[in-house]
């Protein structure tokens, strides 16, 4: 709601609005799910497996979102799902960089899940490291849980020669540890505009996303 809609990308529809507010408040509209008849929890939305799969859409839009980012350091490539070498695998986006850009050529595949899946429910964490604190110990389960997804990435990965990082975001905004890392290395390397806009686009894209499953 801090986004001042200049531009129509930026702009959120009464309803968008409404639904914002009910996930920001943890309330999940109709106590019962419509489409699928069970108890409407917060998340449900994201995983019904009668809802309308909006997975590809919001993972097209924020791979373009930080295509368009990237591509404005000058001596900057960006290929969108190259093919990688020697196999018929392909990962999101190739940035190729120059000596001037300061980037070097690297490979990143975006994912976006939920914290509504199973995997992300089941996730435990060793008693002897698990915080006490209840806010502590939510969080600590959402970065073991996006620790784990970014490993998977990795793990599937063919040997290639050039760098690869997966980049996790939660359908909230929330990002592993790796991606975070990401997205400072790019606040330098980019205009303070075009990463301000970035981060408003990303947010945009993924509560529009929520808000598409949404059900009063």
């Known amino acids: 709601m801090s986004v001042i809609p200049y531009h129509q990308g930026l702009r959120l529809s009464d309803f968008e609005i409404s639904?914002?507010?009910?996930?920001?408040?943890?309330?999940?509209?109709?106590a019962i799910c419509p489409l699928c008849g069970i108890v409407n929890i917060a998340g449900h939305p994201e995983v019904c497996k009668k809802g309308t799969p909006w997975f590809v859409a919001r993972h097209e839009q924020v791979k373009y979102a930080i295509k368009r980012a990237l591509e404005t350091v000058e001596g900057v490539r960006v290929a969108v799902e190259p093919h990688i070498a020697n196999t018929n695998r392909r990962n999101d986006l190739l940035v190729t960089g120059s000596e001037a850009s300061g980037f070097s050529n690297h490979e990143y595949d975006v994912t976006v899940v939920s914290l509504a899946t199973r995997d992300s429910v089941e996730t435990v964490i060793p008693p002897q490291v698990l915080p006490t604190k209840p806010a502590e110990k939510g969080h600590a389960h959402i970065r073991k849980f996006l620790a784990m997804k970014a490993a998977d990435k990795r793990r599937r990965l063919p040997n290639g020669d050039i760098p690869f990082t997966p980049l996790v975001f939660t359908v909230g905004g929330m990002m592993d540890d790796n991606t975070a890392q990401c997205l400072k290395?790019?606040?330098?390397?980019?205009?303070?505009?075009?990463?301000?806009?970035?981060?408003?686009?990303?947010?945009?894209?993924?509560?529009?996303?929520?808000?598409?499953?949404?059900?009063?």
């Open 185 to 216: 290395a790019w606040q330098h390397a980019v205009t303070p505009f075009v990463f301000s806009t970035l981060c408003q686009q990303l947010s945009l894209i993924l509560l529009k996303a929520k808000a598409k499953s949404f059900v009063l």
């Open 19 to 30: 639904a914002a507010l009910h996930h920001r408040t943890l309330n999940p509209g109709s």
